[in-house]
């Protein structure tokens, strides 16, 4: 929310680096405090007063633009001037701050021209100058871009003066029609440990953040952050407000929650052979959704490359949709789950695969498959072992489902086990899978 910069470290990534985590934290979360506003808790927030706005956006903060009404916190953007700025807007500050954690935050977003909602974490400045302690935006949206969310980490100093930045953006989509954030509640969400940042919409995760990403300033740097939510009106992000803008605006908070990281973590236990241990693995979770996942390389904006089908499904009713991402150079795109695991346990996983006649992948270079590999730590960027197969479509007929598996003996050091489903596209061509039915089962952890 602070400032963009002026250069980017790296390169900015509209997608989550390579087989990012999407289930399995990295330790057990304790609900450190939470908030359903049934009431305007002073004690717990900060109502921020300023009419110094940053970014160059044009709003004075009043604490009288923020209000609690049915259960909702309520912050009140209008077109009128105040203490020398053209509009009116509402932030809140948590008076609580803490290093590490989860925040998770459900909100309805304001939609039209000049609104910049944010949900964001930053330190006290005046102990931390900006970005000496870094900052964690987890939602940034434009009022005028309803079908895109994104989410950065800032990092730097002022003295000597520089700063820099790592942001991906996230869109969703079923049956080509993009999901509009700024339609209905939804859930924005972070973790955020010493090693990485996790960035999550409605419980897809889009984006990670390592820390060798970012100069080892997660490990070294970061400082204990409050919790902001705020709408700022105009600025750098995007198109300052028109004749076209809709006065008044409502960012509205429904719930709040904090979490810390326990200390200590339960061994996984074998499960049923026929029990699966992925989330949402036949992709039926609230009528069809990415939910449990994380989201690799789904770079088509405007057209989502990976996203759910209801119009071919190999069990119920949804299914996921790859093609490729068209960068002109090879790619691969698809999902990925973790869980947590020990040395020497077996792990199993498949899944069912198909390619339709009228979108085939057949006679192309492109393929469907499958991986399992091994981390170190959840969220790690590097595998310790990993396996690889294609779904093989030769045998089949154009529009059946094929089934594929792999099995692979945890190795030492490894702690969690991740699969991934994937489009590889090493020639910029066409064509599309279909993938339902994703499994993968623990065998009972070997005893001395």
Same mark, same amino acid.
């Given at each position: 929310?602070?400032?963009?910069?002026?250069?980017?470290?790296?390169?900015?990534? $509209?997608?989550?680096?390579?087989?990012?985590?999407? !289930?399995?934290?990295?330790?057990?979360?304790?609900?450190?405090?939470?908030?359903?506003?049934?009431?305007?808790?002073?004690?717990?927030?900060?109502?921020?007063?300023?009419?110094?706005?940053?970014?160059?956006?044009?709003?004075?903060?009043?604490?009288?633009?923020?209000?609690?009404?049915?259960?909702?916190?309520?912050?009140?953007?209008?077109?009128?001037?105040?203490?020398?700025?053209?509009?009116?807007?509402?932030?809140?500050?948590?008076?609580?701050?803490?290093?590490?954690?989860?925040?998770?935050?459900?909100?309805?977003?304001? %939609? +039209?021209?000049?609104?910049?909602?944010?949900? /964001?974490?930053?330190?006290?400045? @005046?102990?931390?100058?900006?970005?000496?302690?870094?900052?964690?935006?987890?939602?940034?949206?434009?009022?005028?871009?309803?079908?895109?969310?994104?989410?950065?980490?800032?990092?730097? *100093?002022?003295?000597?003066?520089?700063?820099?930045?790592?942001?991906?953006?996230?869109?969703?989509?079923?049956?080509? %029609?993009? %999901?509009?954030?700024?339609?209905?509640?939804? +859930?924005?969400?972070? @973790? /955020?440990?010493?090693?990485?940042?996790?960035?999550?919409?409605?419980?897809?995760?889009?984006? +990670?953040?390592?820390?060798?990403?970012?100069?080892?300033?997660?490990?070294?740097?970061?400082?204990?952050?409050?919790?902001?939510?705020?709408? #700022?009106?105009?600025?750098?992000?995007?198109?300052?407000?028109?004749? *076209? %803008?809709?006065?008044?605006?409502?960012?509205?908070?429904?719930?709040?929650?904090?979490?810390?990281?326990?200390?200590?973590?339960?061994?996984? =236990?074998?499960?049923?052979?026929?029990?699966?241990?992925?989330?949402?693995?036949?992709?039926?979770?609230?009528?069809?959704?990415?939910?449990?996942?994380?989201?690799?390389?789904?770079?088509?904006?405007?057209?989502? &490359?990976?996203?759910?089908?209801?119009?071919?499904?190999?069990?119920?009713?949804?299914? $996921?949709?790859?093609?490729?991402?068209?960068?002109? *150079?090879?790619? =691969?795109?698809?999902? #990925?789950?973790?869980?947590?695991?020990?040395?020497?346990?077996?792990?199993?996983?498949?899944?069912?695969?198909?390619?339709?006649?009228? @979108?085939?992948?057949?006679?192309?270079? &492109? =393929?469907?498959?499958?991986?399992?590999?091994?981390?170190?730590?959840?969220?790690?960027?590097?595998?310790?072992?990993?396996?690889?197969?294609?779904?093989?479509?030769? !045998?089949?007929?154009?529009?059946?489902?094929?089934?594929?598996?792999?099995?692979?003996?945890?190795?030492?050091? #490894?702690?969690?086990?991740?699969? *991934?489903?994937?489009?590889?596209?090493?020639?910029?061509?066409?064509?599309?899978?279909?993938?339902?039915?994703?499994?993968?089962?623990?065998? +009972?952890?070997?005893?001395?």
């Amino acid at each position: 929310m602070r400032q963009h910069a002026r250069y980017l470290y790296g390169s900015l990534l $509209l997608v989550a680096p390579m087989l990012a985590l999407a !289930q399995g934290l990295p330790a057990n979360w304790r609900l450190a405090w939470s908030d359903d506003f049934d009431q305007l808790d002073r004690e717990r927030w900060e109502l921020v007063d300023t009419p110094r706005p940053t970014n160059n956006s044009q709003q004075d903060y009043l604490s009288e633009q923020v209000t609690v009404s049915d259960g909702k916190l309520i912050l009140l953007s209008e077109n009128r001037p105040s203490r020398g700025l053209p509009y009116r807007s509402g932030q809140v500050r948590s008076r609580d701050e803490q290093r590490w954690g989860r925040w998770e935050v459900r909100a309805k977003l304001p %939609t +039209t021209r000049g609104m910049w909602p944010a949900i /964001w974490l930053l330190p006290r400045t @005046d102990k931390y100058p900006w970005p000496s302690g870094g900052e964690i935006d987890f939602m940034e949206s434009r009022g005028d871009a309803p079908q895109l969310v994104s989410s950065a980490f800032h990092f730097g *100093s002022p003295k000597p003066a520089w700063h820099a930045y790592v942001e991906g953006r996230h869109q969703s989509g079923k049956e080509g %029609t993009l %999901t509009n954030f700024h339609a209905g509640f939804h +859930t924005y969400a972070v @973790d /955020w440990t010493e090693t990485l940042v996790r960035f999550y919409v409605d419980d897809v995760h889009h984006y +990670t953040v390592h820390d060798e990403e970012v100069a080892g300033f997660l490990s070294a740097k970061t400082a204990p952050m409050r919790l902001i939510i705020n709408n #700022a009106v105009g600025g750098d992000f995007l198109n300052d407000p028109d004749d *076209s %803008t809709v006065w008044p605006q409502r960012m509205e908070i429904d719930w709040v929650r904090v979490y810390v990281a326990e200390e200590g973590e339960a061994p996984p =236990r074998g499960t049923d052979p026929k029990q699966s241990v992925l989330s949402n693995g036949g992709f039926e979770q609230n009528g069809g959704t990415l939910a449990g996942w994380s989201v690799i390389n789904n770079a088509v904006i405007g057209n989502p &490359n990976v996203s759910i089908s209801t119009a071919h499904a190999s069990e119920g009713v949804a299914s $996921l949709k790859i093609f490729g991402a068209f960068a002109g *150079s090879p790619t =691969r795109s698809g999902i #990925a789950q973790g869980v947590r695991v020990v040395a020497g346990q077996r792990v199993a996983c498949g899944g069912r695969a198909c390619t339709i006649p009228e @979108d085939t992948v057949i006679g192309s270079s &492109n =393929r469907a498959l499958l991986r399992l590999e091994f981390y170190p730590y959840f969220g790690a960027a590097t595998p310790l072992a990993e396996e690889e197969v294609a779904f093989d479509f030769a !045998q089949a007929e154009v529009g059946e489902w094929v089934t594929q598996q792999i099995a692979a003996n945890v190795p030492a050091g #490894a702690t969690e086990a991740r699969v *991934s489903v994937l489009l590889d596209q090493p020639k910029n061509e066409g064509g599309a899978v279909f993938l339902d039915d994703l499994r993968m089962r623990l065998g +009972t952890p070997a005893t001395r």
